[in-house]
């Protein structure tokens, strides 16, 4: 539909009341109120950028092909049912032919009472226009929506016998009349309505049908509700050639006939969907529990949360693996980030993403790009416990970023890699946010039947999976993060809704599969009761949302600890999580050795090694253990720490290409014979110094090998203090959520954007004054007056104060009408009041291209 029909349909002519029925869709925006238009513009978001000029820009904007297709992927599955009805009843539609096409001719109460409600979306959402004895579909929507061979309904109906029979003779057409027992007719058109006329008449129809082969009749079942097409051979069987005879079946190709619409509707009882869904599934529960069980369970899993990430993160403190050149991580280094963190790929991938969303992980913009923690992962590190997960749930639930489709491909056929390009998907963030609220709506403690929950996301947005009414498909995304449940499925919000699930469990969100305390105050939702509807944008801040949930989390996580008990057989056990100073100082001395209730180090030469390495002395080491054990120090430990800190630094290491130097030449000498030292290429410059045709870090492994323990050197001869911390990429900003299309706006745009609106539509509908000399202007024209006729009118407008409506271009060229009411004219500047934009403006006249007096009642 163009501008040009909508700007000529929609002017009223004077005089017409507002009761008058709306002719186009224009008119039927400019019947609303300012809170109609501002609902069909926060459910249609799309139609505000930009914001039209006028009404009509809008009417148009809301019937193009891209933004009745987003609006027709947000309905639910009634609602898109009664779209679909509309799209193959009569043009325009009587509610009581809708209801019957939905209900068919037994009444149905649900159908009966859900109707209204879908009507009236489609309404709000400019789908469908008109009172409901004239109901429309828009345009593009019933093209989208109609049935067709390159697009079939889902109705599963075919074509109408008018369509049907478009390109068939007049002759053939009187020969189906004749066989079908109707009288023959003066013309083609007359003789398509009087067999459309038998298919709708419902006696007329029983009589023809009792009259019917068995065989035809199984042959009409089985096409009746969908695909309505069927093959056919040059010589048909006779039940085919009957109901071909007949026009129950019409020639759709050479080879191919279909079940005309009317005569497949009679045999559904008049219903265009085999299951109507007036109602949503019920959710229903899959095991139930304590609300204490679950926060606590909840809180555990929250717990084990930050020891994941903390323990990835570390384990990259001196940086991580490379960037592969296309971005992402190496499959290589996937696995080996998964054997590091002891689970499997997929949820490797998970943490990584969650890291990276957060800002606590990026690369580091060097030549040799590598992963690294970011200078936020040491505030992050700083923060309490509560705080810290709260911060990693409110990233989670907003990003973009899928981690479940690692290991799947793209539209390419290119393997999607973790941290990579092209994992982002829109709809995520409200599909986590749906499946949370939903298991919300269950009684506290209950876990959601994955099934049904499925069920219900489908119901609510039935077009948004793998097939659109575009005839597009989503990516097939890989399997799911390790979900124990059985369902399969094919279309991304499925997939989305399952990998939900199972990351909620991983991260706290949820505890047993129930929602727990913190997560309902983390999405706004009551904590004593279940919330029956989803809680919507404008609530409570994200930032308070998340205080209230690191609050109720806090009291749930375990108490970190000061101490650890020191054991004789070289290990030392955390009987909880340690403080943060102890737990740093502790990672650096021990190694972990086993993860739980309670978390096991062992000590080691190379442990003690990277101790003194960071600068530690014997003594610091024999004194923190002292302060912080519960227990002695074991006689084995602290024989450990002083062998290790007596061998240390023996053997200097620094940089020619590399050298090694000693006061004890002996000890040189043992290491040139040793046949291990070969690979190193050494030879001896002096008694003291080797020299070695390697780099210094790898002369350090080497003889760390060997089972020697070499300090590292400066220039200057002073020993380099390595620290667990140094390396971390410079500041960097978390990556944003790619929005699925434009955001919901607020009410203050949308009053500005309403506002904006009708002062346009007031300017392009204004009634306007024609002078007798002048050609009549049409819509959409712009006024043309030579400079002289300009200033003279908008002097005359000021002096008695009334309003004008003038053609104005701005600076870039853009032209636009506009209704002002001038107060001063003065230095080739015209300034009045704009109803078009409501406020007052200054305007130079030689950008003005004609103006015209408005008719007395116009404003």
């Known amino acids: 539909m163009g501008i040009g029909e909508l700007d000529r349909e929609a002017h009223v002519p004077a005089g017409t009341g507002a009761a008058a029925a709306p002719r186009t869709l224009a008119e039927a925006l400019r019947a609303r109120g300012d809170e109609g238009l501002a609902a069909l513009l926060r459910a249609r978001p799309d139609l505000l950028n930009p914001v039209p000029n006028d009404l009509t820009q809008l009417a148009t904007r809301a019937g193009t092909r891209a933004s009745v297709v987003r609006a027709l992927e947000r309905l639910d599955r009634f609602a898109l049912q009664t779209a679909e009805a509309l799209a193959i009843a009569p043009d325009p539609a009587p509610y009581p032919a809708l209801l019957s096409l939905l209900a068919g001719d037994e009444s149905d109460p649900d159908i009966e009472a859900a109707l209204p409600h879908a009507v009236e979306m489609l309404r709000e959402q400019a789908l469908v226009w008109g009172e409901d004895d004239r109901l429309r579909l828009v345009r593009t929507a019933r093209e989208l929506l109609a049935p067709s061979p390159q697009h079939p309904s889902p109705t599963g109906l075919g074509p109408t016998v008018a369509e049907a029979t478009s390109g068939m003779s007049p002759g053939r057409i009187q020969e189906i009349i004749g066989t079908a027992g109707l009288p023959p007719t003066h013309d083609a058109v007359s003789a398509v309505a009087s067999l459309t006329a038998l298919f709708t008449d419902r006696a007329r129809m029983d009589a023809l049908l009792d009259t019917a082969p068995s065989d035809a009749l199984t042959v009409l079942d089985r096409l009746v509700w969908g695909p309505p097409y069927g093959e056919v051979t040059a010589n048909p069987a006779p039940p085919v050639r009957w109901l071909r005879d007949r026009g129950l079946l019409l020639p759709a190709s050479p080879r191919t006939v279909v079940l005309p619409r009317e005569a497949a509707l009679h045999l559904r009882g008049g219903r265009a969907h085999r299951t109507p869904a007036p109602h949503p599934p019920a959710l229903s529960e899959l095991r139930s529990y304590s609300p204490q069980a679950v926060d606590s369970a909840a809180a555990g899993q929250a717990y084990t949360a930050l020891a994941t990430v903390e323990e990835l993160l570390k384990a990259w403190n001196q940086g991580g693996p490379p960037v592969l050149r296309a971005g992402g991580l190496s499959v290589r280094d996937l696995k080996r980030t998964a054997t590091t963190l002891e689970v499997t790929e997929q949820v490797a991938a998970f943490w990584l993403e969650l890291c990276y969303g957060a800002g606590l992980l990026a690369s580091d913009g060097e030549a040799d790009e590598r992963y690294a923690p970011t200078p936020a992962y040491d505030d992050w590190l700083d923060l309490p416990p509560a705080e810290r997960w709260a911060r990693l749930a409110s990233v989670w639930l907003t990003a973009t970023r899928t981690s479940g489709l690692v290991g799947g491909q793209d539209a390419k056929g290119r393997t999607l890699s973790a941290l990579g390009p092209d994992l982002d998907r829109g709809p995520a963030p409200e599909v986590r946010h749906r499946v949370l609220t939903l298991q919300a709506t269950l009684p506290p403690g209950s876990a959601a039947d994955p099934e049904s929950l499925l069920a219900r996301l489908r119901w609510e947005r039935p077009l948004r999976g793998g097939a659109t009414v575009t005839g597009g498909t989503v990516p097939?995304?890989?399997?799911?993060?390790?979900?124990?449940?059985?369902?399969?499925?094919?279309?991304?919000?499925?997939?989305?809704?399952?990998?939900?699930?199972?990351?909620?469990?991983?991260?706290?969100?949820?505890?047993?599969?129930?929602?727990?305390?913190?997560?309902?105050?983390?999405?706004?939702?009551?904590?004593?009761?279940?919330?029956?509807?989803?809680?919507?944008?404008?609530?409570?801040?994200?930032?308070?949302?998340?205080?209230?949930?690191?609050?109720?989390?806090?009291?749930?996580?375990?108490?970190?600890?000061?101490?650890?008990?020191?054991?004789?057989?070289?290990?030392?056990?955390?009987?909880?999580?340690?403080?943060?100073?102890?737990?740093?100082?502790?990672?650096?001395?021990?190694?972990?050795?086993?993860?739980?209730?309670?978390?096991?180090?062992?000590?080691?030469?190379?442990?003690?090694?990277?101790?003194?390495?960071?600068?530690?002395?014997?003594?610091?080491?024999?004194?923190?253990?002292?302060?912080?054990?519960?227990?002695?120090?074991?006689?084995?430990?602290?024989?450990?720490?002083d062998d290790v800190a007596r061998k240390h630094g023996h053997l200097r290491v620094g940089a020619a290409s590399a050298y090694v130097r000693c006061d004890d030449?002996?000890?040189?000498?043992?290491?040139?014979?040793?046949?291990?030292?070969?690979?190193?290429?050494?030879?001896?410059?002096?008694?003291?110094?080797?020299?070695?045709?390697?780099?210094?870090?790898?002369?350090?492994?080497?003889?760390?090998?060997?089972?020697?323990?070499?300090?590292?050197?400066?220039a200057e001869g002073a020993v380099l203090i390595t620290r667990a911390d140094a390396y971390r990429t410079g500041p960097r900003t978390a990556p944003v959520p790619v929005p699925d299309g434009p955001p919901v706006p607020d009410g203050t745009l949308l009053g500005a954007a309403v506002r904006a609106i009708r002062a346009g539509d007031l300017a392009s509908t204004a009634v306007r004054k024609e002078r007798p000399e002048a050609a009549p202007l049409t819509g959409g024209e712009l006024p043309r007056t030579s400079p002289a006729e300009t200033l003279a009118t908008v002097q005359a407008a000021a002096m008695t104060g009334s309003a004008v409506w003038i053609g104005y271009v701005n600076a870039e060229g853009a032209a636009s009408q506009r209704v002002i009411a001038p107060v001063r004219v003065e230095g080739g500047f015209v300034t009045g009041y704009d109803h078009t934009a409501d406020e007052v403006r200054t305007y130079p006249l030689h950008r003005i291209t004609g103006v015209a007096e408005l008719a007395d009642d116009a404003v």
């Open 476 to 641: 097939n995304p890989a399997g799911t993060v390790g979900g124990s449940s059985t369902t399969t499925s094919t279309d991304l919000r499925s997939r989305i809704a399952l990998w939900t699930l199972t990351e909620a469990e991983m991260l706290g969100i949820t505890g047993r599969g129930a929602l727990s305390s913190p997560a309902r105050a983390l999405l706004n939702l009551p904590l004593a009761e279940a919330a029956t509807e989803p809680v919507t944008d404008g609530g409570v801040e994200p930032s308070l949302a998340a205080s209230r949930a690191a609050t109720l989390l806090a009291p749930l996580l375990p108490e970190a600890v000061d101490h650890v008990l020191l054991q004789a057989d070289l290990t030392a056990v955390a009987p909880g999580p340690l403080r943060r100073p102890l737990a740093d100082t502790l990672a650096v001395l021990a190694d972990v050795e086993s993860k739980g209730g309670a978390t096991v180090y062992r000590f080691t030469p190379g442990s003690v090694r990277r101790a003194l390495d960071a600068g530690r002395s014997a003594s610091d080491l024999h004194d923190f253990l002292t302060a912080h054990s519960r227990t002695p120090v074991p006689q084995p430990l602290a024989y450990l720490i």
């Open 665 to 714: 030449d002996a000890l040189l000498g043992e290491i040139l014979a040793d046949r291990r030292s070969a690979p190193l290429r050494l030879r001896r410059l002096a008694p003291t110094v080797l020299a070695a045709q390697t780099d210094p870090a790898a002369l350090l492994e080497g003889l760390r090998s060997m089972g020697y323990a070499p300090a590292a050197e400066s």
